[in-house]
């Protein structure tokens, strides 16, 4: 797989709280930070204080190997009990040219939310790289034919960290 291919993953999990308890937690994008091996810190721009499509955040993240480095997040999509989906851009162009709005995202990140039929929810998070240039990009560009090995060992710590975080938005539901 190529990352222009647009890879992406997604790991699902089923919560005993019903959709609107639960959408209650995943709106909660500071939480994350508690659940996230990589998110530590958001700051919401422009006066807002959650989401809502157009609504930005500063996402400040930290990697043991990576490092420590900040996106840009625009909510695309936020229909309440449903999906909250946003895009990681490059504002300040430390990857390409810098991003003026979410049509050229370095990710695009989604949670869906379903009710299940013994009232819980099916919470799903998924992942889809590209298609603008990214840290992942600058990796691939040391060691072209790697490519695949660097896009399949970061799909599977995004995949880790999903997993991390469902978890934490599950208990986080359920108490």
Known sequence: MRYADRPGTRREVHI?????????????????????????????????????????????????????????????????CRTLTWRVLDTEGVYSDPAKDATAPMATWSFALTPAPDGGTALRQSVTLGPAPS?????????????????????????????ATLEGIRRAAEA
């Open 135 to 163: 840290g992942l990009s600058a990796y691939i560009g040391r060691a072209p034919g790697q490519e695949e090995a660097i896009v399949a060992y970061r799909l599977g710590e995004l995949a880790r960290g999903m997993e």
């Open 16 to 80: 005993d709280a019903d959709p609107a308890r639960v959408w209650e937690v995943v709106t909660d994008v500071e939480a994350m930070t508690g659940w996230s091996p990589e998110l530590v810190r958001v700051e919401w721009r422009n006066g807002a204080d959650g989401p809502a499509p157009g609504v930005r955040y500063l996402g400040h993240n930290r990697h043991p190997v990576i490092g420590e480095w900040c996106t840009t997040s625009e909510i695309t999509e936020c229909v309440p």
